[in-house]
């Protein structure tokens, strides 16, 4: 089993930054690929960055040259950093690891862009 627990969301002026962490713990073996999903009131999941066990990063268009994703492999762990952030931002931010074909989710942190 594999557990996954997300940090550092919450209400952020448009323009303001944050920066999200999600760490890995359990049955992990071999190569895992990592990433960040989020998912707007009232609309479906969607993917915004990805990061591979060798650090091939993809973002999604709507966030490339705002968010950056990296990893710290000896922690497990994944950090989305967030800057420029725009209403539209806001969602529930969901924290994803593949590994030997199985997709795990952590259980969410919510990002609030508002003034």
């Known amino acids: 089993q594999v557990q996954l627990v997300e940090s550092g969301g919450g209400l952020v002026q448009p323009g303001g930054s944050l920066r999200l962490s999600c760490a890995a713990s359990?049955?992990?073996?071999?190569?895992?690929?990592m990433g960040w999903y989020r998912q707007p009131p009232g609309e479906q999941r969607e993917l915004v960055a990805t990061?591979?066990?060798?650090?091939?990063?993809y973002y999604a268009d709507s966030v490339k040259g705002r968010f950056t994703i990296s990893r710290d492999n000896a922690k497990r762990t994944v950090y989305l950093q967030m800057n420029s952030l725009k209403p539209e931002d806001t969602a529930v931010y969901f924290c994803?690891?593949?590994?030997?074909?199985?997709?795990?989710w952590g259980q969410g942190t919510q990002v609030t862009v508002s003034s």
């Open positions: 994803n690891l593949h590994n030997l074909g199985r997709p795990y």
């Open positions: 359990g049955s992990i073996f071999g190569v895992y690929s």
């Open positions: 990061i591979s066990s060798l650090s091939s990063t």
